[in-house]
Structures are given as structure tokens and as C-alpha cells.
């Protein structure tokens, strides 16, 4: 029999966005580093069954992963950071429990019991996260030795109650040896005193304590480095060793966050905790701490216009601004991304909104390249396709993914064939000429789950084109999909004969993926979603394509691959 698996929960307090996420992903990385096989589960406390419904601007963007699960941001940190790859389930939600364990009162398996939260409701999470936890995300058979489980919200939340209870059973049931609590909590600076302060922090621990958890380390956010005396007074009142107090100030970059826990010995803490000293090995970090450093020591740029609706999170786009970090970083620069609201670039914005038009627009011609990400509604949709057509006439390098691929379809149609009223269903269900239908296979009563979703092949036409160049692969190329859209294929041959070629399709050959305009230094669409599969030091070729492109390395890149 195989050893028990080790639990590393993570939980948050005070209040919400102080990077538990990035904490998890980093305490992931350091045991990883140490020669353990790491997964990971995130606990969602909403009642959605999935982020799938959700607007990027009530929770950020919507990861996609390669089974068509639609899950947390998060998840999309655990696999970049991890280098895993996760499956819907990983992603624990209220929504997912409270209907499996309806669907078996239903079914009639609980035998006339009264279903209650406890114990049936706990239950179902316990054993949600010991099934979950036994799958390999790694590429390796069997179990990994660590589950990094982290507890979305903050300790208080009524949401989050019936999973802090499950976890109090689990720690018992598991054992001291296999459970390791770390609490990330804030501690502030109160105006010019400059005094760190510990007691939102005891508070937070009481709290937690009194639902019967007790945090074996503090990872405590702040601005500045913890003082000694901080850390002495949060380890009398919190009843955590100094040593095991972490302290995760800000960084430069993300990247630095497994060396500031490597650095304060955060992995000695932790595999004391689990019995897993023999087992490890002292973490080997050096690539980390190579790529940390050279982003720290890039002095270069490149400005790329993000032309979106949801410009005003940036976390609306996360998986796309890390693959141009990742695509940038390759090109030792760093990325200087101006985000441009697209409605402001429409011509009724330079009536009611003049300054912003004209900042907009001079933002836009600043650019070295140009860059429209997914989405989904009709705002800003005129703004996107002039941005498009900016892009096309002044063959500035361009990457459209999923709707931005769309755009230039309908702006391709619009003003090179000359089909003046041409869009897509989604915007205009009356257009004379659809360059952009509803596909057959979608719902239109339903939402959740119902696009195409996860994982797909997409084979390229052409051996030669530059999307098969970059992936480096003359047949075909995996990606994730997150659309209920497609390209018409009635329109594709009037397309290619004005130039614009479909380069990539998927297997039946009628649904179009990738296209590219011939005579233009880098002009791509996908149906795609490059961005959910870029990893640190592993860049997306489509991203990486856009950034060579911008800089004008891109011919000299692609003469190297060919030698």
C-alpha cells in the first residue's frame, strides 16, 4: 500500500484578495522543488456550479481547462506555476457538492435519512477531495504526495462554513501527520505611525480557531518585511512558532514569492508538519531564481495594445497578460501593456466622449502591436473591428483569439469584399450576411457548459504557413476552445480568394481555427485559446509570434527554426 496522502490547506483572513491563490502556487512550487509530486484542489464557496456564468468583472476570467471545465482564475496559477494539468473536478464548488448529494437523495441512497449538512454535506466535500487528490495532474501515474487545497474567501464567510467544518473532520481523520493548516492574514500599517499592525491577524486565528482549526503556519501579507517584534507578538497571541511564521511582503515580480518561502524556510516548516523530511530533498529552485532575476534585470520594452471590454480588471485577462509576460520575457523584454476600452475608439465616442477617442486612438497608433482577446456581448464590438482594420492596413502585427479572431472575419468582409451590413449572428440576428453563425451544436436556452468547450485538435491546411512554423509542427496543434460561435463556412472561399487565408480547421474541415493574411508581417486569428496553455519559460508560439513580430525579430526567428 501506497503512503497517505499529505493535505497543505490554505485559508484566508481579514480580507480577501491578499494573494492566497499565488501563496498556494508558490507553497506548491517549494515542495515540488523539494522532489514532491504536488496537485491541487480550490474550494469556491458560490453557489455556481462552475465560473462558467460568471462576468470577468464579478470574479475575474474564466480559466478553461483541457477536459472543458470552466473554473476559477486560480486554477489557471496552480498550472502555470505547477506546470500541471487539472480537471474540472479539481475546482470544488457549494453548486457541485449540494447537487451530487441531491442527485443521491433523489436516487433514494440515503436510505430515508433527514440529508443534513452535517453529516451529509461534509461527507460529499471529504470525499470529493480524497477522490480528486488521487488523480495524477502531472503526466505520472498514480497519486502525487502533496494536495494543496486552497479555501476560497475569508474564515467568517457563512459560505465557507460547511467546508471549514469538513476540513476540521478531514484533519481529524487523516491525522496530525498529514494535515498542515497555513492561514494567510494581513498586516497593515496604520497611517504615519508606521506601526505593523497584529491584531486583525489574532482575530482572524481566534476565529479560526474557534471553528477547530488551528493554523500550524502564519503567511502573513504586507507591505513591508515583518519585524521581529511583530512576529513574536502574532506568535504569543496566534499560538504559532516564530519560525513558522511566514512573511510574503511585496516583490517585484510574482515570481520572487517560492524564493521568499524557500528563504524563510517555509519548506522545513511544512515538511516537518507532514512527516516528510526523509522523503525530500533540499529544494532546487535554480531555475526559478534565474527567471525572477532576469525579469528583474530586463531594461527593454515593448507596448502592446489590449483593445477589450473588460479593461478595467485586469485579472478580466489574466491567462493572456501572463502568456505575453511568458512571450516577452522569451524576447528579454518586458511587456508595457496599454489597455484601450474599445467602445472608446468608436466614432460615436469622438462625439460624446472626444478626449477619451482621441487618447484612445493615439494610445492604439502608439503600439508596437495589437492584441484582441476573447469575450462575449456586442459593447465595444465596432471599436474591436477598426481596431482590426488599423492593425491590417498599417500591417501592424495583430492576434485575435476567439471573438478577436471573429472580428477580423466580419472587418475582412466588411471592407475588402465589401459587404457593408456583415456581422455575426451574436450581434445582429438579421444581418444580410453572417460572416459569423451560431454553431448547430450549441443551446440557446441554456448557458452553462453548453459552448464548445476544452481541448481541441486543429489541423493545419498548409505545411508552410506561420501558425505551423511557430507551433513548430506541420499537422496539427492541441488547444483549449471557449466559444459558441464560429466563422460561416460559406463565407471561407470568398474569404481566400481576397486573400485571407483559413490556414488550420478542425478535424471535419469545415469549422474554421486559425487564419493569417498574406503580405502582412503578422496577421492571425484563432478560434482558440493560446493563452490557457503558456507557462513560464514556455511560451505560447502565437503569443511569442506577435511579440518577434512587433520587434521586428520574427523573420530571424523563423530563419533559425528552419536550419
Partial sequence: MGRAMKYVVVTGGVVSGLGKGVTASSIGVVLKACGLRVTSIKIDPYLNTDAGTMSPFEHGEVFVLDDGGEVDLDLGNYERFLDITLTRDNNITTGKIYQSVIDKERRGDYLGKTVQVVPHITDAIKDWIGSVAAIP???????????????????????????????????????????????????????????????????????????????NLLACRSAQPLGQSTKEKLSQFCHVPVENILNIHDVPNLWHVPLLLRSQNAHDAILKQLDCVSIATPPDLVGWTKMAELYDSLTGSVKIAMVGKYTGLADSYLSVVKAL????????????????????????????????????????????????PGGFGDRGVPGMILAAKYARENKIPYLGICLGMQISVIEYSRFVLGLERANSEEFDSSTPYPAVIFMPEGSRTHMGSTMRLGSRRTFFKDAGCLASKLYQNPTFVDERHR????????????????DLKFVGSDESGKRMEVLELKDHPYYVGVQFHPEFKSRPGKPSALFLGLILAGTGKLQTYLEQLSR
Fill in 483 to 498: 466559444h459558441r460561435y464560429e466563422v460561416n463556412p460559406d463565407f471561407v472561399s470568398k474569404l481566400e480568394t481576397a
Fill in 325 to 372: 509576460l511568458h512571450a516577452c520575457v522569451a524576447c528579454s523584454l518586458r511587456p508595457s501593456i496599454e489597455w484601450i476600452a474599445a467602445s472608446y475608439l468608436e466614432d460615436e465616442s469622438a462625439i460624446m466622449t472626444p478626449d477619451a477617442h482621441n487618447a484612445a486612438w493615439e494610445s492604439l497608433k502608439s503600439c508596437s502591436c495589437i492584441l484582441v
Fill in 137 to 215: 495532474v502531472d503526466g505520472n501515474d498514480g497519486p502525487a504526495d502533496v494536495c494543496v487545497i486552497e479555501l476560497g474567501g475569508t474564515v467568517g464567510d457563512i459560505e465557507s462554513m460547511p467546508f471549514i467544518e469538513a476540513l476540521r473532520q478531514l484533519s481529524f481523520s487523516v491525522g496530525k501527520d498529514n494535515f498542515c493548516l497555513i492561514h494567510v492574514s494581513l498586516v497593515p500599517v496604520l497611517g504615519v505611525v508606521g506601526e505593523q499592525k497584529t491584531k486583525p491577524t489574532q482575530h482572524s486565528v481566534r476565529e479560526l480557531r474557534a471553528l477547530g482549526l488551528t493554523p
